[in-house]
């Protein structure tokens, strides 16, 4: 099957598998060249960078796991103690490269509605699999799991299948198994968009994917009494449930259920990764490297982001913490939490040339780590540069269409007189 050609010796994909592999002498690299999950932020960057996709698509796989690692190790005890796990609606791998390293491949089914997507994944990573179907009562499955995970599978159903594909999931699970899911939560609905009394809003204007139907396959939002409810009706009042809010990459909510009655899952002490973005990278007069850019920890309850670590050949060159207001932040995520998020640090010439790889990236209070970037120094600033003169060309043309227009409106206004 055709592969992406940008990982094969890429140094910048060996560098980051250093940081975000479990053994990385063992980690799986290969993407699909028809994995969506790349295609998809690689087509909305403007400059269309490949290696900025790359890093983007590993680093949120590793994030993704890790969320579920959470849950698991609370509910389980760890991955040894599962003996069947369903990756539901998988895509091309990026989640399974990682939970193969942490439990063994035959003890795992991959199932998605793309057959190359599960032939992908049983030659590649060494799974069962298992090609899932359009209508939720063909998908036939003599197997049942110990654990279920549907990450954003249901963030895309309309109200048709989300109820048939929520029982027929339910019941595959084993008498002490568990059910994860994401939806996407009524709080980040669309400005000016209302939710429906029902509970569940769908639309097909947008969708991840360039080739399922989008009356099949679009967004949906859903409040948490109509997920209660829905729970409450596949498992006929028997199962447990438990709400993770922006559970998983800090957007979407998460839901844990188990037939078990009476579950407790008040012990699972959630914790959320931070965010960071590099806005700038620079030359200074004395021929420093300036970086600039913001890292914030708006999830975790009064969390905070410890230090921002610049590292070059596995050492730690520099490192700083975030301190300078950034009210536009405040703003875009709502939250006082993100103020202090701005950062500036300057790393001496004699430690870094441009051809080095760098890895910045923003460490909190509870440990948990996100990658900024993964880049040679040189590549990033032509990046920032970059972007710093498509901002200023839009701007430009934005202030020429308002000279336009108040030059029309003065056009039409000597017309009428």
């Known amino acids: 099957m055709e592969v992406n050609c940008f990982v094969e010796n890429n140094p910048i994909v060996e560098t980051l598998i250093q940081y975000l592999a479990r053994s990385p002498k063992t980690f799986q690299p290969k993407i699909a060249a028809a994995d969506e999950m790349f295609l998809y932020p690689f087509n909305e960057l403007e400059e269309r960078n490949s290696d900025r996709a790359l890093v983007s698509y590993y680093s949120l796989g590793r994030t993704l796991f890790d969320s579920i690692k959470q849950i698991i190790n609370q509910y389980f005890g760890s991955f040894e103690q599962i003996s069947s796990f369903l990756d539901f609606a998988c895509g091309y791998g990026r989640f399974m490269r990682f939970l193969v390293q942490e439990m063994p491949a035959q003890k795992i089914w991959a199932s998605d509605i793309y057959g190359d997507a599960v032939k992908f994944q049983t030659e590649y990573f060494g799974v069962k699999g298992i090609v899932s179907t359009r209508e939720p009562e063909h998908f036939i499955v003599e197997q049942k799991f110990?654990?279920?995970?549907?990450?954003?599978?249901?963030?895309?159903?309309?109200?048709?299948?989300?109820?048939?594909?929520?029982?027929?999931?339910?019941?595959?699970?084993?008498?002490?198994?568990?059910?994860?899911?994401?939806?996407?939560?009524?709080?980040?609905?669309?400005?000016?968009?209302?939710?429906?009394s029902e509970g569940i809003l769908f639309s097909s204007d947008s969708s991840e994917s360039q080739f399922l139907d989008r009356n099949d396959y679009g967004t949906t939002y859903v409040k948490e009494a109509y997920i209660r409810e829905l729970i409450q009706q596949v498992s006929q009042h028997q199962a447990s449930i438990f709400r993770i809010p922006k559970g998983l990459s800090n957007y979407q909510d998460l839901y844990l259920v188990t037939p078990q009655q009476n579950r407790d899952f008040t012990a699972l002490d959630f914790k959320y990764y931070p965010e960071g973005y590099l806005d700038a990278c620079n030359i200074t007069p004395t021929g420093d490297i300036q970086l600039e850019g913001w890292a914030v920890d708006y999830c975790n309850p009064k969390g905070c982001v410890e230090t921002i670590q610049m590292i070059v050949n596995n050492q730690v060159i520099q490192q700083c913490k975030p301190s300078q207001e950034r009210p536009d932040l405040v703003e875009h995520f709502k939250t006082s939490q993100a103020l202090n998020s701005g950062w500036n640090c300057s790393i001496d010439s004699g430690k870094i040339s441009p051809q080095d790889i760098i890895i910045i990236k923003a460490v909190n209070t509870v440990g948990l780590e996100w990658i900024i970037a993964v880049e040679t120094v040189k590549n990033l600033m032509m990046r920032t540069r970059w972007r710093e003169e498509l901002l200023k060309t839009q701007t430009h043309l934005k202030q020429r269409e308002s000279q336009l227009q108040e030059t029309q409106s003065k056009l039409e206004l000597t017309e009428l007189t």
Request: one cysteine or more; hydrophobic letters at 45%; a negative charge.
């Open 146 to 196: 110990d654990c279920i995970y549907a990450g954003s599978f249901f963030s895309h159903m309309p109200p048709r299948t989300f109820h048939r594909w929520m029982q027929r999931l339910y019941d595959l699970l084993n008498p002490e198994g568990l059910l994860i899911f994401s939806v996407l939560d009524e709080a980040i609905l669309p400005a000016g968009v209302e939710m429906p």
